[in-house]
């Protein structure tokens, strides 16, 4: 449970791992000569794990936070990218070599109901891995068997999990959620290991059960000085059990920073929304508005070019020569993704117009189809150059072409977002968004529009008083070098707690 | 404990006459609700004499841990419980004027003023309420619609039994159990004659439009699976509108999902609700949505309401040590707390045999004394007041370790249980 230092090595080391699936992959649809398609599951994910910390991987679900996790321990093969655990490649480790490396990284997967061999005892369940890898490999002194040697070691993990050593002989249908678990973590850490990746380990289990398996993770930690890959969904875990996060949008890491920075100053669009999003269980909550994310998550298979996140991002960047309220904005964005990327059509709309027109004589009226896409995409108070070039747009759709109304609205509107993909910036504190990239598209815009991009958007419930000067965070010409003199306030802060 | 009890005591009597008293707002009064699964293994208490009411317009939440019987409750509530479960006592008075004058004569004792006791009405009129005076969302929208069926095809189906239904009040045949071996043999024969016309289906495109599914009209011919998770609530939502009801039932709505679709989903529930001013049972897991969306809350345990009130009562000044424990379960998003504060143990099996006559807190609670004991009824937590309430002793006293249950003393129980 400490900041990694300047300088030391991190003990697991990702870089540009990527996990693809294909589909129509198989002998027959080459066959065909049918087009594989891929599933970007983990699309370029860069991360550093230094040793005795907590790295809180999190994101929401199909966001490849788990393959992630399973990637990284070679339980999948890696389409691409490399993976160094303590200095050595992983992805090159077969024989031996990988049989260590087993042994030294381990795993508690999510759902205690499914990852445990409902036909072996825990006790066996315990010492299955002691048995694979030969432990122990000398005949203990005292004269036991090997055999007896292990099963002694079982009921020491179960001993130090929480359970009774009696239970040794049970089957896993015979424990509950959160004992179950607790039989996993004891897996987990019969080999000794120095990394435990554990994926979503508290998500099937009650709050009251929850908070026990919490503690518990965290005393082990401390006894056994482990470092933990903790993959969650739920931020209030994520916040109080990691030391560092990293936070992964469709396959991507979008934001990595020490957990405080990034909860209390978060700085990727995503970040602050998936904060405010959250529920507190206080009675502040009540009846709070929510100003949540449009949309679903765009599928892995057609991730949006440029950044993933662009399509339900309040801040998108307005080409220069465009600047209008951001609502405007994405109601454009909207029709233009609708149109290009789902298949959109001009007839549903025409379906719908007939379907609302009473007697038999429906006529095709452009009038008419305009005023119910301006109202579909909340396009109806945009004037101007703007306006023009939107009716251009829809004049040409109302005619069925939609390939060239998406043309056009392309030339006019085109984000520097969906060109280029942003990378991770800002040192320690970092986030992949061009909003932070450079200066050139830092919100030098005029007060008003600013207002209007972060409607809502502020530092999410109570903020303690360092927030103060999270929204230097804001500041038009926050360089790189200011971000990271921030980052390093809130650290010292947070010692002093 | 005999002093203490006279005077705040309020546990209903199993069978009285009329409607509980009340507040002048109660659309639904729920007197000593209990629901049991007869099983292989032995009776399972899930709702054990459950009492609350729901006012107009508010969201009244229910929070539990898995297995406290909540999502029983709920189904009890619009009488779907399933064999081998039964609703074994109990009384759901419902406001509604007309259906109390139409049954005054007939039943004059599931009626009091304008209030009708749903338990005690004919088995077909309970079944017509389903929709126009009660609906439900369900957990899991993946698995409660049909995969073989559009969407709005169901939605539409649903539209057309409350039509159906408006058209013939309380005639149940002419809703669901229209469908006979008659229809069945014609509909084989002509596939293409369905049961939603196309005016139900119009409307069924509309209420999604109003849950916010973007190109309705072209999603409503989709099916299931190509909905997302988001969607799809929404759907069932949209589904449960079909009838206005008075009260929504709303079961864990937002458990499948991610907190920005929460968060939309929370939003949506709230807009209608507020639009049209319905009533919401709130049932989850989670303390934060209760926080967000509830005016009176009641948190559940072993079947029981074991503390109610309004949100500041149960989130500010929780009497039951549970409540408690569940409160300091929560990592709190905003100040990570060093340590939390778990409940020791784990959910009772609520099997009758291993209930036993006393609080069924007490094996977890770390407050046990020797009062624990025995049934404990609901007591007022602040005098006077008629909203918050607990069944729990230390409404009534102090703390006080000299009588302290010994900490072994529940070991015995668990050793024949084999459970913990």
């Known amino acids: ?497 | 404990m005999s002093e203490t009890t006279s005077g705040t005591e309020r546990a209903g009597t199993p069978t009285g006459d009329g409607a509980p008293e009340g507040h002048p707002d109660d659309v639904l009064r729920v007197r000593d609700l209990s629901t049991r699964f007869f099983t292989e293994e032995g009776q399972i208490n899930a709702v054990e004499s459950l009492d609350f009411t729901v006012r107009d317009g508010e969201v009244f939440g229910i929070v539990g841990e898995s297995g406290s019987g909540k999502s029983v409750a709920a189904l009890s509530l619009v009488d779907l419980v399933d064999s081998p479960g039964r609703i074994t006592s109990g009384e759901v008075w419902y406001r509604d004027a007309d259906l109390a004058d139409e049954f005054r004569d007939d039943v004059p004792e599931a009626v009091d003023g304008e209030f009708v006791d749903t338990r005690r009405l004919p088995e077909g009129v309970r079944r017509a309420l389903r929709g126009p005076a009660f609906s439900m969302v369900f957990q899991d929208p993946m698995s409660s619609l049909n995969p073989s069926i559009t969407v709005g095809e169901q939605i539409a189906e649903a539209v057309e039994v409350q039509r159906r239904a408006r058209a013939n009040p309380r005639r149940t045949r002419s809703r669901t159990q229209g469908y006979g071996m008659g229809r069945l043999i014609v509909d084989s024969l002509l596939p293409n004659r369905g049961y939603t016309s196309e005016s139900s289906m119009n409307r069924a495109i509309e209420l999604l439009e109003q849950v916010g599914i973007p190109d309705p009209a072209e999603r409503a011919h989709e099916y299931p699976h190509q909905f997302s998770g988001g969607m799809l609530q929404r759907a069932m939502i949209a589904q449960a509108l079909a009838g206005e009801p008075d009260v929504l039932i709303a079961d864990e709505p937002t458990t499948a999902l991610d907190v920005t679709i929460q968060a939309q989903i929370l939003n949506l529930l709230r807009d209608l609700q507020e639009e049209q001013d319905t009533s919401v049972v709130m049932i989850t897991h989670d303390l934060g949505v209760i926080a967000r969306m509830c005016n009176r809350v009641g948190v559940m345990y072993a079947g029981q309401i074991v503390e109610r009130g309004t949100l500041s009562d149960v989130f500010d000044s929780p009497v039951h040590p549970y409540t408690e424990g569940l409160i300091g379960s929560i990592p709190d998003l905003d100040d990570p707390a060093p340590r939390l504060q778990p409940i020791e143990g784990n959910v009772p099996s609520l099997l009758d045999e291993e209930m036993g006559g006393r609080c069924f807190f007490a094996d977890r609670c770390p407050k046990a004394m020797s009062d624990c004991l025995q049934p404990i009824p609901e007591y007022d937590a602040e005098p006077g007041t008629d909203e918050h309430a607990a069944r729990c002793v230390l409404t009534e006293r102090e703390y006080d370790e000299a009588d302290a249950l010994p900490p072994d003393h529940f070991d015995r129980n668990e050793e024949v249980r084999g459970d913990e």
């Not at chain 1, 997967?109 to 825990?122: I, K, N």
């Open chain 1, 1 to 497: 449970m400490s900041e990694p230092a300047a300088g030391e090595e991190p003990l697991l080391e990702v870089r540009g791992l990527r996990k693809y699936y294909f589909e129509n992959d198989s002998l027959f649809d080459r066959l065909l000569r049918r087009e594989p398609t891929s599933v970007k599951a983990v699309d370029g994910v860069d991360l550093e794990v230094y040793p005795g910390e907590t790295l809180g991987v999190v994101g929401e679900s199909g966001c490849g936070k788990s393959t992630t996790g399973e990637t990284l321990l070679r339980l999948r093969e890696a389409t691409d990218g490399s993976v160094r655990f303590d200095g050595e490649d992983v992805m090159e480790m077969s024989g031996d070599e990988l049989t260590r490396f087993r042994k030294r990284a381990g795993i508690v997967f999510q759902d205690p109901f499914s990852s445990l061999d409902p036909r072996m005892t825990v006790g066996d369940i315990v010492g299955e891995g002691l048995k694979i890898h030969g432990m122990p490999e000398e005949s203990p002194e005292d004269g036991r068997s090997k055999r007896e040697w292990r099963r002694d070691r079982a009921r020491e993990l179960l001993e130090r999990v929480g359970l009774s050593a009696d239970q040794i002989d049970r089957y896993p249908h015979e424990f509950s959620g959160g004992q179950r678990q607790r039989v996993g973590i004891a897996r987990a850490l019969a080999l000794d290991p120095e990394f435990v990746v554990l994926d979503e380990p508290v998500s099937a289990l009650d709050v009251s059960v929850q908070a026990q398996i919490l503690n518990l993770l965290e005393d082990l930690q401390e006894e056994f000085g482990l470092t933990y890959l903790f993959i969650a969904h739920d931020l209030s875990v994520v916040r109080h059990i990691c030391d560092r996060v990293a936070v992964m949008y469709l396959g991507e890491v979008v934001e990595t920073g020490p957990t405080d920075d990034i909860f209390e100053s978060p700085k990727h669009p995503y970040t602050e929304a998936l904060l405010e999003s959250v529920p507190r269980a206080s009675v502040e909550e009540q009846g709070r508005r929510v100003d949540p994310l449009p949309g679903d998550v765009p599928s892995p298979r057609n991730p949006p070019s440029g950044c993933h996140f662009r399509t339900r991002c309040p801040e998108v960047i307005q080409p220069a020569t465009v600047d209008i309220p951001q609502e405007q904005y994405r109601g454009v964005m909207n029709l233009r993704d609708r149109l290009e990327r789902q298949g959109f059509t001009a007839e549903s709309v025409w379906e719908t117009l007939e379907s609302e027109h009473d007697g038999d004589d429906f006529e095709r009226d452009t009038v008419a189809f305009k005023e119910a896409m301006r109202e579909e995409f909340d396009l109806a108070d945009l004037s101007g150059a703007t306006m023009d070039t939107v009716e251009d747009a829809l004049e040409i759709l109302a005619n069925g072409r939609e390939d060239e109304a998406a043309e056009r609205l392309r030339e006019a509107f085109a984000s520097p977002c969906e060109e280029e993909e942003p990378v991770l910036t800002g040192g320690e504190h970092a986030a992949a968004c061009h909003l932070f990239a450079d200066e050139e598209y830092d919100r030098d815009l005029d007060p008003e529009d600013v207002g209007n991009a972060m409607g809502g958007m502020g530092a999410p419930g109570p903020s303690p008083p360092v927030d103060g000067d999270v929204d230097d965070d804001l500041d038009p010409d926050g360089p790189d070098g200011t971000v990271e003199a921030d980052a390093d306030d809130s650290v010292g802060t947070d010692g002093d707690r």
